[in-house]
Each structure stands twice: as C-alpha cells, then as structure tokens.
C-alpha cells in the first residue's frame, strides 16, 4: 500500500526565515513525488514534480530514495506563501494520487 | 492551460433528493479523472477514478451504488450523489488528466463542490 506523511499539521515562519514542509511516504515501486498548494479560497494546483527537478516560486523539493522522502523547501519564505500545502505520490497503478494530510503555513510580517 | 471546470459550486438540497456534478477539461483532452471527498480541515480521500469509455473503479468503502460516475467523453465526467443524506454533506472535488505521449499528466484540480443536505 502507498502512503504520504506529513509530520507538521501547521508551520508558522516569519517572513525571510527559511521554511522547510516535511514529506515522507512508504511505496515498495518507484513513485512518482508532488506537491501541491491550496491558496486561500483557491483551487488545489500543482507545485512542484520530483522528475521535474524544477524551483517554482522559490521552493524546491529533492527526492531521497534512501530516507523515502520528498521534503520541501524555500530559503526566505515570502507573505504570499501561506497556504495549505499537499505532499502526494502516484505508482505504478495508473495516475492514482496519494496525499498526505497537509501542512498549513503561515508565513508572518 | 490545463483548466478544469467543476459545477455547481454549491448545492444546498432536501435529504433523498439526488444530485449532479460535472467536471469538465477545457482545454485539453481528460483520459482520466478523479473524485475525491474532503472533510473538513482533513486530506483530499480519493472516491474513484474514471477512464473515459469505461465504468470507473471505486476504492474501497465507496458505495458505486451511491456515487454514480460516467465519463462518457474524453472533456466531461459526471459525479451523482444518489438519495443524498445529510452525511454525504462534503466538499467533493475533480480532477482530470491527460496523457503527455505514453505518460500521465499530473491531475489538475477543479474548484471542488460544497454539497449541503438538508
């Protein structure tokens, strides 16, 4: 079975501190990683993709096979990145997504 | 791009009355989408998943009988809510997915439904 953990319900930073949103999953294949962000009275979007190997607004998550995790990360968190934000996992059995339970930042003046 | 459109966004209706809602790709083609439930303050639970042409595959503790889905094009997916009872009152959201050669593209997500049974 696949599963997607996120240790931290809520993460409170002040501006221009670094934030770091933990993720970690069981999968016995090789997953595919994402991320994903609610903003206020927004529509869920996608952030990153682990294959990507992209940053998107300054976040960036690395895949680490040997801890199974797929934290993310952004040196100087901004106001405009509070949001609810979604570790998930797709396998082998079609595009299925798996998400953790979220992470809530707020990110303060 | 990759727009998807999910209608009503809120529905406010009587215990036993059954209710619809679509989710459609705007601008490109969905071979695959999703139904989820959310609770309140809780993670996105996945209901089912549905392959256009085809009956849609339910996950476990999902009543098929309840949640009536037909994806009977590759821009539209329908999700009925049969004989609604007030604990089916949630926030039910879509997504869709197209295919990038012989890959899946990531889910894009609808702005989700509040259904509220009175």
């Known amino acids: 079975a696949q599963r997607v953990t996120q240790p931290e319900k809520l993460l409170s930073v002040f501006k221009g501190a670094p934030v770091e949103l933990k993720c970690n999953y069981s999968?016995?294949?090789?997953?595919?990683l994402f991320w994903y962000v609610q903003y206020s009275r927004q529509r869920l979007q996608l952030l990153l993709r682990?294959?990507s190997r992209e940053s998107i607004k300054g976040f960036t998550a690395d895949l680490n096979k040997g801890e199974t995790s797929f934290h993310l990360k952004k040196p100087f968190a901004q106001e405009e990145d509070s949001a609810m934000y979604y570790c998930?996992?797709?396998?082998?059995?079609?595009?299925?997504?798996?998400f953790g339970g979220g992470t809530r930042v707020l990110v303060k003046p | 791009g990759a727009v998807v459109s999910q209608h009503p966004s809120w529905v406010i209706c009587k215990s036993g009355t059954s209710v619809k809602i679509e989710c459609r790709s705007l601008?490109?083609?969905?071979?695959?989408m999703f139904w989820y439930r959310q609770f309140p303050k809780q993670s996105l639970m996945l209901m089912a998943t549905?392959?256009?042409?085809?009956?849609?595959?339910?996950e476990q503790g999902v009543e098929k009988d309840k949640f009536l889905i037909n994806h009977a094009s590759l821009t539209l997916s329908t999700l009925t809510v049969t004989s609604a009872h007030p604990e089916d009152s949630s926030f039910y959201i879509c997504?869709?997915?197209?295919?990038?050669?012989?890959?899946?593209?990531?889910?894009?997500f609808g702005d989700g439904t509040r259904l509220s049974i009175l």
């Open positions: 999968y016995s294949g090789s997953p595919e």
């Open positions: 998930a996992l797709t396998g082998a059995a079609g595009n299925k997504l798996t």
């Open positions: 997504s869709a997915s197209g295919k990038e050669g012989l890959s899946n593209q990531p889910q894009h």
């Open positions: 682990h294959i």
């Open positions: 549905s392959n256009e042409g085809s009956k849609a595959t339910y």
């Open positions: 601008d490109f083609q969905a071979t695959t």
